[in-house]
């Protein structure tokens, strides 16, 4: 499938991406399209996004193709597609679809966080959006549809430098542990975890 044909298929529902707050994405979950092989679309760590090795710059085109955006997972590995309601492409995802790169506190209590995106999705840091830490030590968090957004290193310095610290008891530590700190911030009352020391 060629860019452009992709493009044609998703023409009706080209606003969505364009409005920063509240999108209405397409029903994907409805689709169910035959699989149609590969096209050479590549999401790059820095969530930079490449068509046959060049970068594309046009931010609508991007958002509305992350609008289709499905991931897989199969005996633990992740595949992506980009879906339409006639055909279904596999593309390739280096580390996570998206990167998170803009944070603010919603209250002057500091409870509420809404955080946003390289392609400008919004949304408050809750139940419905967890953090899952890597053992390298990176920070994602679930965006929409189970596609992650890793946390980039400049807004996780900023958020270290507010962050609680509190000691884990004995009883929290794996076997054989020493003592550790927990790093975390609220919001939304739910508990964020940056790391560990």
Known sequence: ???EKLFEQLKPNKQIGEQ??????PPIEQWSPPYCGEIDIEIKANGDWYHNGTIINRLPLVQLFASVLLKETHDSVDDYFLITPVEKVKI?????P???TQWRWLDDKKSMMEVETNLGDTFTLNKDH???LSDDGFIYVNV???LLAKVHRNVYYQWIDFADETPLDRHTLEAGATDATEIFFYSSQQKFTLGYC
């Open 1 to 3: 499938m060629s860019l």
């Open 20 to 25: 920063k707050k509240e999108k209405i994405l």
């Open 92 to 96: 390739i995802v280096k580390d996570a």
């Open 98 to 100: 998206f990167l998170l």
């Open 130 to 132: 967890k953090f899952t």
């Open 144 to 146: 929409r549809r189970n």
